[in-house]
């Protein structure tokens, strides 16, 4: 009989809770439901004064008297103890962090398996076995467990969402319908969906396309990428090697220098040595002929005296010392000195040949973006800027957060700084720029748009001051009947500009800057490419009582 129960618990399972009958009532109609469900449900419909049987509909009036069925209740205990000894000796799954747990379990829940959308419930294993045992004639959806069940709920009417409102572009339920998406172009979600599914096979198309195309770009740049370590590799190698031949090159210079200054010492060495060694000799030859006439001086012997002056009277041969010029102090200082005329050349040879080296190697660049095209490509690399007070001459009146720029024939009060313009009525801003930038300038009057390094000479006493005339910036000078590019005191005559708004671009790592006019239409104004080696630093001069903005 156990068995037989076992295989027909769907007739001891409540239709309301979807659970095996706690205190089971059977009504009038024949069905059984648990006592708390039956009142639960029978409380929603008192207002109405009609209770109902939720499956079969039959109504009754008065409610009836619910009493307890005692077999019913004797069946599902031996039922419910048959099944715990099952769930014993079978493994239990409880939900844990992150598991769908089942809505049907009471107490301690288990992790559900499966979520239905027509009933908006999720079940665990055996629930969902009694919730398809109920529902045999009624294909409802089911799902994957979610917790996403809630989503196809209205939060306003709390009815499930059923309908798609194009012009709204949301889900909406039936009672919506009737209010605030009344007249509104609706389809059923699957329409509705049936549309969006065509959306998304493009849409996924095209996404699939860009990965393909970034697939290849990404191939393209690990391929680079190899190139660019296995170049720089040799490069770093042969750099290895011929440093060390130029140090073995000068090893051998210094050897060279070392052994001449060192012949040259033995030869001189060697030859006054000789020369010491004669004039000793002649020295000692001397002081004996002098000792010989001294003594031939004192003699009494008249004969003697004269038979012997004729022999010692003749001076020896001696060398003439009078050509032999000495230096007090001879030295190898001039030697010293063209050795160190040397390194200085050399340092300075190194100095320009590095600067040349280090923009060779600052072009060697694995990507090469494109420069924008349009003035909204060139907005996304736009930079916030303001001007730096410290620099500022004393002719020029800073406002509005030094974002303005005006000339003033009187000066203004800014205190001594040793970054302040003394002779040009310049100023730079407190912001580099070091990688892609774009910024635009209003101005009105005469104005020069410059980019500078901040080593740029500001005081007296330095010439070539200005922005555009030095090799450290570059500027656009503007006017109303005019305008030029200048670099080292070298200008470029270009067309006059008819607008009040320049775009300024620099790419710092591509070497490029561009001046554009803005109006209706982006316009090229002047475009250079060259090598920044230093950070460069928007600036402005003005000529005459005119403001940038």
């Given at each position: 009989m156990a068995?037989?129960?076992?295989?027909?618990?769907?007739?001891?399972?409540?239709?309301?809770?979807?659970?095996?009958?706690?205190?089971?009532?059977?009504?009038?109609?024949?069905?059984?439901?648990?006592?708390?469900?039956?009142?639960?449900?029978w409380h929603q419909e008192e207002p109405k004064g009609v209770y109902s049987c939720p499956q079969c509909?039959?109504?009754?009036?008065?409610?009836?008297?619910?009493?307890?069925?005692?077999?019913?209740?004797?069946?599902?205990?031996?039922?419910?103890?048959?099944?715990?000894q099952t769930v014993a000796s079978a493994p239990v799954e409880f939900a844990g962090v992150g598991d769908v747990h089942c809505d049907v379990c009471t107490g301690r829940k288990l992790k559900a398996v499966k979520s239905c959308l027509d009933c908006l419930l999720c079940y665990c294993e055996n629930h969902y076995k009694s919730h398809n045992?109920?529902?045999?004639?009624?294909?409802?959806?089911?799902v994957d467990a979610t917790v996403?069940?809630?989503?196809?709920?209205?939060?306003?009417?709390?009815?499930?969402?059923?309908?798609?409102?194009?012009?709204?572009q949301t889900c909406v339920c039936l009672f919506c319908l009737m209010d605030a998406h009344k007249g509104h172009d609706t389809v059923s979600a699957s329409v509705g969906r049936k549309e969006k599914q065509t959306h998304l096979g493009e849409?996924?198309?095209?996404?699939?396309q860009r990965i393909l195309e970034r697939e290849k770009k990404l191939q393209k740049l690990r391929k680079a990428v190899e190139s660019l370590k296995s170049s720089a590799q040799t490069v770093v190698e042969d750099n290895e090697r011929i440093f060390t031949e130029m140090i073995h090159s000068i090893e051998t210079r210094r050897s060279e220098v070392k052994e001449l200054i060192r012949d040259q010492e033995k030869a001189e060495v060697s030859w006054a040595e000789g020369l010491m060694k004669q004039l000793e000799q002649e020295i000692v030859n001397l002081k004996r002929r002098d000792a010989e006439l001294e003594q031939l001086s004192h003699t009494e012997d008249h004969i003697h005296f004269l038979k012997t002056f004729q022999s010692v009277s003749n001076t020896p041969e001696t060398t003439d010392v009078s050509i032999i010029y000495v230096n007090q102090i001879p030295s190898f200082e001039t030697v010293k000195k063209s050795v160190t005329l040397l390194k200085g050349r050399l340092e300075d040879f190194c100095k320009e040949e590095v600067i040349k080296i280090s923009a060779t190697v600052s072009k060697v660049q694995t990507l090469s973006p494109a420069e924008p095209a349009t003035r909204e490509e060139f907005l996304q690399y736009s930079c916030h800027f303001t001007l730096d007070p410290n620099t500022a001459h004393i002719n020029l009146q800073l406002s509005e957060g030094n974002r303005k720029v005006e000339g003033r024939a009187n000066f203004q009060s800014y205190p001594d700084?040793?970054?302040?313009?003394?002779t040009e009525r310049q100023v730079l801003c407190r912001e580099g720029v070091s990688g892609r930038c774009y910024w635009e300038v209003e101005w009105s009057?005469?104005?020069?748009?410059?980019?500078?390094?901040?080593?740029?000479?500001?005081?007296?006493?330095?010439?070539?001051?200005?922005f555009g005339c030095n090799y450290q910036s570059w500027r656009l000078r503007l006017s109303y009947c005019s305008s030029s590019f200048w670099h080292s005191s070298q200008s470029t005559e270009l067309f006059l500009v008819p607008c009040s708004r320049?775009?300024?671009?620099?790419?710092?790592?591509?070497?490029?800057?561009?001046?554009?006019?803005?109006?209706?239409?982006?316009t090229l104004l002047h475009r250079i490419q060259t090598t920044f080696t230093h950070t460069l630093y928007p600036g402005f001069s003005l000529n005459n009582d005119c403001q940038h903005l």
């Amino acid at each position: 009989m156990a068995e037989a129960m076992s295989c027909n618990q769907d007739l001891f399972t409540c239709p309301i809770c979807l659970d095996l009958l706690k205190a089971p009532v059977t009504i009038p109609c024949g069905h059984s439901y648990c006592m708390g469900c039956i009142k639960g449900c029978w409380h929603q419909e008192e207002p109405k004064g009609v209770y109902s049987c939720p499956q079969c509909r039959q109504a009754f009036n008065p409610r009836p008297v619910l009493n307890k069925n005692h077999v019913f209740a004797e069946l599902v205990e031996q039922i419910r103890r048959t099944r715990i000894q099952t769930v014993a000796s079978a493994p239990v799954e409880f939900a844990g962090v992150g598991d769908v747990h089942c809505d049907v379990c009471t107490g301690r829940k288990l992790k559900a398996v499966k979520s239905c959308l027509d009933c908006l419930l999720c079940y665990c294993e055996n629930h969902y076995k009694s919730h398809n045992e109920l529902n045999p004639g009624r294909k409802h959806m089911m799902v994957d467990a979610t917790v996403q069940l809630q989503e196809r709920i209205c939060s306003r009417h709390e009815k499930p969402l059923e309908v798609f409102c194009r012009r709204e572009q949301t889900c909406v339920c039936l009672f919506c319908l009737m209010d605030a998406h009344k007249g509104h172009d609706t389809v059923s979600a699957s329409v509705g969906r049936k549309e969006k599914q065509t959306h998304l096979g493009e849409t996924q198309k095209k996404i699939q396309q860009r990965i393909l195309e970034r697939e290849k770009k990404l191939q393209k740049l690990r391929k680079a990428v190899e190139s660019l370590k296995s170049s720089a590799q040799t490069v770093v190698e042969d750099n290895e090697r011929i440093f060390t031949e130029m140090i073995h090159s000068i090893e051998t210079r210094r050897s060279e220098v070392k052994e001449l200054i060192r012949d040259q010492e033995k030869a001189e060495v060697s030859w006054a040595e000789g020369l010491m060694k004669q004039l000793e000799q002649e020295i000692v030859n001397l002081k004996r002929r002098d000792a010989e006439l001294e003594q031939l001086s004192h003699t009494e012997d008249h004969i003697h005296f004269l038979k012997t002056f004729q022999s010692v009277s003749n001076t020896p041969e001696t060398t003439d010392v009078s050509i032999i010029y000495v230096n007090q102090i001879p030295s190898f200082e001039t030697v010293k000195k063209s050795v160190t005329l040397l390194k200085g050349r050399l340092e300075d040879f190194c100095k320009e040949e590095v600067i040349k080296i280090s923009a060779t190697v600052s072009k060697v660049q694995t990507l090469s973006p494109a420069e924008p095209a349009t003035r909204e490509e060139f907005l996304q690399y736009s930079c916030h800027f303001t001007l730096d007070p410290n620099t500022a001459h004393i002719n020029l009146q800073l406002s509005e957060g030094n974002r303005k720029v005006e000339g003033r024939a009187n000066f203004q009060s800014y205190p001594d700084h040793p970054e302040r313009f003394d002779t040009e009525r310049q100023v730079l801003c407190r912001e580099g720029v070091s990688g892609r930038c774009y910024w635009e300038v209003e101005w009105s009057g005469e104005l020069n748009i410059a980019v500078s390094y901040e080593s740029i000479n500001r005081k007296r006493g330095f010439s070539g001051n200005a922005f555009g005339c030095n090799y450290q910036s570059w500027r656009l000078r503007l006017s109303y009947c005019s305008s030029s590019f200048w670099h080292s005191s070298q200008s470029t005559e270009l067309f006059l500009v008819p607008c009040s708004r320049i775009g300024v671009y620099v790419d710092h790592r591509a070497g490029t800057l561009a001046f554009y006019s803005i109006s209706d239409t982006m316009t090229l104004l002047h475009r250079i490419q060259t090598t920044f080696t230093h950070t460069l630093y928007p600036g402005f001069s003005l000529n005459n009582d005119c403001q940038h903005l």
